[in-house]
């Protein structure tokens, strides 16, 4: 096959591609984008995975040309700077180095027209360094300072420095190059950012989707339209030059003042403290809303306003953030409680953050619990008090008392963290595993920061399938079906079944993707392979078997064979284009001659096409010359010396010689005889042709992995295919049906009842026993030991996995006050457990987007306040009780609570005086202190 020119054999390929695979992503490499269905589709045709073995070299499994139209934003046009969004790796698109797709690109071709989705390698983070393929790249908006309001949007990549961009500027706006320019950062109507290090890269000036920039020309006399930058209120940590005041039109002299008018912009002087928005970067509102609700827990804001970080620094820490993230959160409180302005820009956090967790780097959505979880953990070991831990053997029960083993595990704890995270936010857990096996029992104490809870309510999902019947006459009938979240295809069929009363067994389900069939799937398997996005066709069927003895169903595609003239070397090329939705034909397994197929498909075909009259000729001349000079080759296929797989079924053992291709096309095939679509077998995913079937008369055997191409002629689907017939279907009643649900009461002791009951390990989360010495299905029990200060309460909303994501926005009812804990707790000495609510991280919408926001109770006035972004407004108890609550916040009332805090300040006393910060507290905005006092004490 490689002597042709064709692939080298399956094994080769998958050879030379796995080790092309193995390369690690470096910085500055390229890196390429196939669309995961196809890349799937040639790993079944190399036989790449040990267990997949069974169609290795099987051309009904040859995966044709890399068609990558799945990623494109517009399929029609298809855009490598453009692709869809929220595509996720590995399950829309694999990844591969530039070695690879060379490769797989010289031996398949591409689809027409399409071009290589190449992305670069780029590095994120400054002290923890982590390289990813930039997938999505940047969308910046450009404009030239004297005419503000024409923005043009190009893409950037992350790496892209400042300088390439000014260049790229210069070039839209065609500014000559004996011209001065300078580039600025635009925020709002009147803040402006100097960008004046060149060779800054866009992530570095922390440049952000949608961002507007500003180009900006010399005047002839060397001033500048927008004055001389002054170094008087640039920002202490970036080196960058922020301006804020009143501007108007640029003129020949500037009318643009480089000072900051705070009055306007920060309402300062006016604002309790606390109440201080946080202005969204570019999808950071999960960010602003995490930071709102740990700006409002007071022992730990009191902390950093009086400075006691300063002397629990721990920037020697391996495990820690060299205490920046101590250092730019303090920063931020500050700006908070500071009561200078009603809102403050996050930059210098943001930043921070990104250099130690790469995955908050960007400006995509991200989780609010995860940056929370991150946070406190940085925190924690950036303050640790702790400077070298010492080694701690962790000891299982054995059978001695649970206070014995608690108060040890907690010793343990501490000897290697002490912090003020771990004096607020730490707890421990009781955990009980027993071996299925052998009944060992295993009981260990560990910390924890938060408390994950499930939701529990009935776990049900809608997919939304397409029937197709068995009845020609029958439209395809559009189906919402309720079908357990976790079930399997079965559940589906029998969902359906209630609907149509076809029977379950008389049921195949599919995957259609492109005009093919990407995937047949088996009762057995589980819907969470079905995304929401996956087109799913049913179709019925008369037999319950593949195996069926007289009957063979079909997989058919519809094909448009186009002829492209070549006269430049008097021959014509010939391609073919899917369309329509594909069919599976049930043919009787014997006896079938070419007539027989055709006259089947023509009456499946019956509601959606029209048989041409007898005398009805409306194949064109051209076509005949062509046959009759026999120029009409297919360069496309390459597949000329490949046995087909289906044969007449007299003499079939003297081979396929009659039906091989022979590079041109017989009478049949050209539709001379009135024919309005030939037949051809081809691979599963109709992209590459197996044989041609010849008109003999002859019956054709088929076996069970043949797939069937109609190869239309263009003139006769013009005239006798009505595309709107066929694409028509009816929609059932489910579709738009609001479903009908009980309101569930859940109530959040509920979940923490769930979350306490024993459950059985996974599969792939087994757990070693000791006594067994393997790997075991254990069982596992939580129980409460104590309990911290703050306690953290993650409600466990989002469930994914690789093939589909949900969002559960189920009503939970809270306590906002008196929340008590006590029965849940098994430590008999624990003493008083009763919360009051004092914050609420919010998530509205579904996944993958969606906005965050934040409910706050103030410690100045007792009172709760909504926080969207940079937005603040007064709030009742009652509003923070809703199904967006996704993060609960709650505070220890009571006696111990307050002598734990009164302790803690009478150490903090003796320890030093706090320096009141009245300086220069600047954050990213390059907000300027007036000489005021910015510490303040929360009661």
């Given at each position: 096959m490689a002597e042709g020119g064709g692939p080298p054999e399956p094994k080769v390929q998958k050879s030379q591609v796995s080790s092309d695979l193995k390369k690690e992503l470096k910085k500055g490499d390229t890196w390429y984008l196939v669309d995961a269905k196809w890349f799937k589709q040639w790993k079944k045709y190399v036989g790449y995975d040990s267990w997949d073995m069974y169609g290795m070299g099987d051309q009904a499994t040859f995966p044709g040309p890399i068609d990558n139209a799945a990623l494109y934003k517009d399929p029609q046009t298809p855009d490598s700077l453009h692709l869809k969004e929220h595509l996720i790796d590995e399950l829309d698109y694999m990844l591969l180095p530039t070695e690879a797709w060379d490769k797989l690109v010289s031996w398949y071709g591409m689809v027409n027209g399409q071009q290589p989705i190449a992305r670069k390698v780029v590095e994120h983070g400054m002290f923890v360094k982590h390289c990813k393929v930039e997938v999505y790249l940047m969308e910046l908006k450009l404009c030239q300072n004297d005419n503000l309001e024409n923005c043009v949007s190009q893409q950037f990549s992350k790496a892209d420095t400042i300088d390439y961009i000014e260049k790229e500027m210069r070039k839209l706006f065609a500014i000559g190059e004996d011209k001065e320019t300078r580039v600025w950062n635009k925020y709002m109507s009147n803040t402006y950012e100097h960008l004046n290090k060149p060779e800054n890269t866009v992530q570095d000036a922390g440049l952000y989707q949608g961002q507007i920039l500003v180009i900006e020309q010399q005047n002839e006399d060397g001033t500048w339209p927008r004055g001389n930058v002054t170094n008087k209120s640039s920002s202490s940590s970036s080196g960058r030059n922020m301006e804020m005041g009143t501007y108007s039109a640029p003129a020949t002299r500037s009318s643009y003042s480089s000072t900051y008018d705070y009055s306007s912009e920060r309402g300062r002087g006016q604002v309790q403290p606390g109440l201080c928005g946080l202005s969204n970067l570019g999808n950071t509102c999960f960010m602003n809303s995490a930071l709102q609700c740990l700006s409002n827990v007071p022992v730990l804001t009191r902390y950093f306003l009086e400075n006691h970080y300063q002397e629990e620094l721990n920037s020697d820490n391996p495990l820690g953030m060299k205490g920046e993230i101590a250092k730019t959160y303090a920063e931020l409180i500050k700006q908070i409680w500071s009561g200078k302005y009603s809102y403050t820009i996050p930059r210098n956090f943001k930043t921070a953050v990104g250099r130690f967790a790469p995955q908050f780097s960007g400006y995509q959505q991200q989780d609010s619990h995860e940056l929370l979880a991150f946070l406190l953990d940085g925190l924690h070991e950036d303050l640790n008090r702790i400077r070298k831990k010492p080694y701690v053997e962790l000891r299982d029960a054995d059978g001695r008392p649970d206070d014995e083993v608690a108060d040890e595990a907690w010793k343990s704890h501490r000897l290697r963290n002490d912090s003020i995270i771990v004096d607020t936010f730490h707890g421990l857990f009781k955990s009980t595993l027993v071996c299925p096996e052998c009944s060992k029992i295993s009981i260990t104490f560990d910390p924890f920061c938060y408390l994950s809870l499930p939701l529990p309510i009935k776990k049900e999902r809608f997919i939304e399938v397409v029937l197709i019947r068995m009845d020609p006459a029958a439209k395809p009938m559009q189906y919402k079906l309720s079908v357990p979240k976790m079930g399997t295809v079965q559940d589906l069929c029998e969902a359906l079944s209630r609907l149509t009363k076809i029977s379950p067994d008389k049921m195949v389900v599919t995957d259609v993707y492109n005009h093919r069939f990407h995937k047949v799937f088996a009762p057995d398997e589980g819907l969470s392979h079905i995304l929401d996005r996956d087109d799913i066709y049913v179709y019925e069927v008369p037999v319950n078997t593949c195996d069926d003895p007289d009957t063979l169903i079909l997989p058919v595609y519809m094909r448009e064979r186009k002829v492209r003239q070549n006269p430049s070397y008097n021959y014509n090329n010939v391609s073919t284009v899917l369309f329509g939705t594909p069919l599976l034909v049930p043919i009787p397994r014997k006896n079938t001659t070419y007539e027989d197929l055709y006259r089947i498909m023509l009456q499946k075909m019956s509601r959606y096409i029209q048989e041409p009259d007898s005398g009805d000729e409306w194949y064109g001349e051209e076509i005949k010359n062509c046959v009759k000079d026999g120029v009409i080759g297919d360069d496309d296929m390459k597949n000329d010396n490949i046995d087909g797989e289906a044969e007449s079924e007299e003499d079939s053992s003297q081979g396929n010689d009659s039906h091989m291709n022979d590079n041109s096309m017989s009478d049949d095939e050209v539709n001379c005889d009135n024919r309005m679509f030939s037949f051809h077998l081809v691979n599963s995913y109709g992209s590459a042709e197996i044989e041609h079937i010849r008109d003999d008369d002859r019956p054709i055997k088929f076996t069970n992995r043949s797939y069937l191409a109609l190869d239309w002629d263009p003139k006769a689907k013009e005239k006798y295919y009505d595309e709107k017939q066929a694409e028509e279907l009816d929609v059932d009643e489910t579709v738009n049906a609001t479903p009908m649900r009980k309101r569930q009461v859940i109530s959040l002791k509920d979940c923490i009842q769930l979350f306490l009951v024993k459950e059985k390990l996974g599969a792939d989360d087994p757990w070693y026993c000791p006594s067994c010495k393997k790997h075991q299905q254990a069982t596992k029990k939580f129980d409460l030991w104590s309990l911290p200060k703050i306690l953290v309460i993650h409600l466990k909303r989002f469930s994914y996995n690789r093939y589909w994501r949900d969002k559960l926005d189920t009503m939970v009812e809270f306590p906002t006050r008196d929340l008590d804990?006590?029965?849940?707790?098994?430590?008999?000495?624990?003493?008083?457990?009763?919360?009051?609510?004092?914050?609420?991280?919010?998530?509205?919408?579904?996944?993958?987007?969606?906005?965050?926001?934040?409910?706050?109770?103030?410690?100045?006035?007792?009172?709760?306040?909504?926080?969207?972004?940079?937005?603040?407004?007064?709030?009742?108890?009652?509003?923070?009780?809703?199904?967006?609550?996704?993060?609960?916040?709650?505070?220890?009332?009571?006696?111990?609570?307050?002598?734990?805090?009164?302790?803690?300040?009478?150490?903090?006393?003796?320890?030093?005086?706090?320096?009141?910060?009245?300086?220069?507290?600047?954050?990213?905005?390059?907000?300027?202190?007036?000489g005021e006092d910015d510490s303040m004490e929360i009661n």
């Open positions: 804990m006590s029965e849940f707790i098994i430590n008999d000495g624990h003493g008083y457990a009763t919360y009051d609510l004092i914050g609420v991280s919010n998530h509205y919408g579904g996944m993958g987007g969606g906005h965050y926001t934040a409910y706050g109770k103030s410690r100045e006035d007792t009172q709760w306040y909504y926080f969207d972004d940079s937005s603040v407004s007064p709030a009742s108890e009652d509003q923070c009780v809703s199904k967006a609550a996704y993060v609960l916040f709650y505070e220890l009332k009571g006696s111990r609570c307050e002598r734990s805090e009164k302790q803690t300040a009478q150490a903090n006393r003796k320890s030093a005086a706090a320096t009141q910060s009245s300086a220069n507290c600047t954050e990213d905005n390059g907000t300027a202190s007036s």
